[in-house]
């Protein structure tokens, strides 16, 4: 099975910040990474899929990057709305896997 | 609009079965699968495995190989997840999410459209 480790695990910004998280998986997923957001009580929602491909809707200020094991999601200007809990999936195997989540809390 | 309407909560005793259902609208039901995937309280988010409604074929993570069944109605659009001799482990928000695929590869794919979640709580 391949593991997905998020960093960090939480994390502290203020509005106007660029954030980035990481995501490293445990052996090579070529560019089958997605990135989803989900704010407490809620279904995650997807924001990049592809490790860089930007979700119909989903605000430009979000990106990803990166291809094999590390892959990074960045958001260029911290906006009130993101501050919720990025998670990582790879959909390169079976089991699906997730990373464990990075929280993003208000400075 | 394109969306998944999950079963209200429930509450069950240690080894007894839930089944959370999850309706589909908006889109042709047999055109997309369906995954399942569950989050403890405060926890992260756990593949449970994946349904073909048109086909009924599955695909279960092997640590609940053995105790989930995951079942459609086609005429109701409709995807079932039945899991069984439950444990206080087991107590968690149940998601179902469509599977999208954007390529040609079966790697190719996303959860684009979730249920808003089924608490299950079990405890005696």
């Known amino acids: 099975d391949i593991q997905m480790t998020q960093s960090p695990s939480s994390l502290s910004a203020s509005v106007g910040d660029r954030v980035t998280i990481t995501c490293r998986a445990s052996?090579?997923?070529?560019?089958?990474l997605n990135w989803y957001q989900q704010k407490p009580g809620k279904a995650p929602k997807l924001l990049i899929y592809a490790a860089s491909s930007l979700q119909s809707g989903v605000p430009s200020r979000f990106s990803g990057s990166g291809s094999g094991t590390d892959f990074t999601l960045t958001i260029s200007s911290l906006q009130p709305e993101d501050f919720a809990t990025y998670y990582c999936?790879?959909?390169?195997?079976?089991?699906?896997?997730f990373g464990q989540g990075t929280k993003l809390e208000i400075k | 609009q394109v969306q998944l309407v999950q079963s209200g909560a429930e509450v069950k005793k240690p080894g007894a079965s839930v089944k959370v259902s999850c309706k589909a609208s908006g889109y042709t039901f047999t055109s997309y699968d369906i995954n399942w995937v569950r989050q403890a309280t405060g926890q992260g988010l756990e593949w449970m495995g994946w349904?073909?409604?048109?086909?009924?074929?599955?695909g279960y993570a092997q640590k609940f190989q053995g105790r989930v069944t995951m079942t459609r109605n086609t005429s109701i659009s409709t995807a079932y997840m039945e899991l069984s001799s439950l444990r206080s482990e087991d107590t968690a928000v149940y998601y179902c999410?469509?599977?999208?695929?954007?390529?040609?590869?079966?790697?190719?794919?996303?959860?684009?459209?979730w249920g808003k979640g089924t608490t299950v709580t079990v405890s005696s």
């Open positions: 052996q090579s997923i070529s560019s089958y």
């Open positions: 999410a469509r599977r999208r695929q954007y390529g040609y590869s079966s790697s190719s794919e996303v959860m684009d459209v």
């Open positions: 349904m073909n409604p048109n086909s009924g074929n599955t």
């Open positions: 999936q790879q959909s390169y195997s079976t089991p699906r896997s």
